[in-house]
């Protein structure tokens, strides 16, 4: 299996499970920001890294359920 076998559902079903996530680290990393931590702090690194990670995630498995995005047309 790879990722040009998934149906429009299964990515949509990975999309929602992966969207709180993403809200989730988007809050901590602001958290984070607002009470001083520099951002060459280790965790703050780690924290922003994980926040890239899961939004690229995000984009592609949006892109990967669209039509006409390159992609060819999914059941």
């Not at 990393?29 to 899961?54: H, I, T, W």
């Not at 892109?63 to 390159?70: I, K, P, Q």
Request: one cysteine or more.
């Amino acid at each position: 299996m790879d990722s040009n076998t998934l149906r429009r559902w299964q990515i949509a079903r990975l999309k929602k499970s992966v969207d709180p996530m993403l809200r989730y680290l988007f809050r901590l990393r602001d958290r984070m920001r607002k009470v001083g931590f520099l951002p060459s702090d280790p965790l703050y690194c780690v924290v922003e890294k994980a926040y890239d990670a899961v939004q690229a995630l995000t984009v592609k498995l949006h892109y990967m359920g669209c039509d006409g995005t390159g992609n060819p047309p999914r059941e």
